[in-house]
């Protein structure tokens, strides 16, 4: 059984679930809640609602015509979150495992539209979270669905992760809002904490250990990454040194 959510995120479930029940019929296998709502640092501000919707099978051209039509439409609800809905819809084989070769999936996000998108190493951490975290609306235990996901591998998605993060450029423009500097300044300390302790913590949770644990320089910074996460004001200013911490995190991750 799900948890409480405040009114404006059950509102926008109570819609979804049957919206996508009725797009993909008996092909939907089941729908579940992963990101902040699964962890736990759920944040009514700032936090989107991130979902998987597991299918018996690939999505078809008419279920993906069917789904198109469904995030249209929730798109133009009268609810806050109708613009903060971020999921994705794989099948149950690619699921299990997530090979190399079966990440192409249908995705949307608030910053993308509908569509066919490439997952990569993020989703080794996001199936990670479904299966040990996640909080299911229609279907059955996630872990039967999900096999085990070492600390190991954890690990391994981390580091390629840092290394995507690390060959960006200098002032990536989509980084010149401070709310995502936040999260990338967030990104890190997540990372840095998952390769310590080989789980997956919510993002409020790293910020505070990184305070106590990552060398004194970075802590203004990170500092600041909390009152930046409902900022929205673009500061050119601040990327450099942002990026200097995105560099450091990725060469000293062990």
């Given at each position: 059984?799900?948890?409480?959510?405040i009114?404006?995120?059950?509102?926008m479930?109570?819609?979804?679930?049957?919206?996508?029940?009725?797009a993909?019929?008996?092909?939907?296998?089941?729908?579940?809640?992963?990101?902040?709502?699964?962890?736990?640092?759920?944040d009514?501000?700032?936090?989107?609602?991130?979902?998987?919707a597991?299918?018996?099978?690939?999505?078809?051209?008419?279920q993906?015509?069917?789904?198109?039509?469904?995030?249209?439409?929730?798109a133009?609800?009268?609810?806050?979150?109708?613009?903060?809905?971020?999921?994705?819809?794989?099948?149950?084989?690619?699921?299990?495992?997530?090979?190399?070769?079966?990440?192409?999936?249908?995705?949307m996000?608030?910053?993308w539209?509908?569509?066919?998108?490439?997952?990569g190493?993020d989703w080794?951490l996001?199936?990670?979270?479904?299966?040990?975290?996640?909080?299911?609306?229609?279907?059955?235990?996630?872990?039967t669905?999900?096999e085990?996901?070492?600390?190991?591998?954890?690990?391994t998605?981390?580091?390629?992760?840092?290394?995507w993060?690390?060959?960006?450029?200098?002032?990536?423009?989509?980084?010149?809002?401070?709310?995502?500097?936040?999260?990338?300044?967030?990104?890190?300390?997540?990372a840095?904490?998952t390769?310590r302790?080989?789980?997956?913590?919510?993002?409020?949770?790293?910020?505070?250990?990184?305070?106590?644990?990552?060398?004194?320089?970075w802590?203004?910074?990170?500092?600041?990454?909390?009152l930046?996460?409902?900022d929205?004001t673009?500061?050119?200013?601040?990327?450099?040194?942002?990026?200097?911490?995105?560099?450091?995190?990725?060469?000293?991750?062990?």
């Amino acid at each position: 059984m799900a948890p409480p959510f405040i009114p404006e995120v059950r509102a926008m479930l109570d819609a979804l679930l049957p919206g996508v029940q009725a797009a993909l019929g008996p092909g939907l296998v089941g729908l579940y809640l992963r990101g902040s709502l699964a962890l736990g640092d759920f944040d009514p501000v700032t936090s989107d609602i991130d979902f998987l919707a597991v299918t018996e099978r690939p999505v078809t051209g008419e279920q993906f015509a069917a789904l198109a039509k469904l995030h249209e439409r929730l798109a133009t609800l009268p609810n806050p979150y109708a613009h903060h809905l971020e999921g994705s819809y794989i099948d149950r084989a690619a699921l299990r495992r997530f090979g190399p070769d079966e990440r192409r999936h249908p995705s949307m996000g608030p910053d993308w539209s509908f569509d066919w998108g490439d997952h990569g190493a993020d989703w080794v951490l996001e199936r990670w979270i479904v299966r040990e975290r996640g909080v299911t609306l229609l279907g059955p235990d996630p872990k039967t669905l999900i096999e085990p996901i070492t600390p190991s591998e954890l690990r391994t998605a981390v580091r390629e992760q840092l290394r995507w993060w690390a060959a960006l450029p200098d002032r990536p423009n989509w980084l010149r809002r401070r709310s995502y500097q936040a999260f990338a300044v967030e990104t890190m300390c997540r990372a840095h904490l998952t390769l310590r302790t080989g789980e997956l913590p919510s993002k409020p949770q790293a910020v505070a250990w990184a305070l106590g644990a990552l060398p004194e320089e970075w802590r203004p910074l990170i500092e600041r990454s909390r009152l930046w996460r409902e900022d929205e004001t673009p500061d050119p200013d601040t990327l450099p040194e942002v990026m200097r911490f995105v560099r450091w995190a990725a060469e000293t991750a062990s």
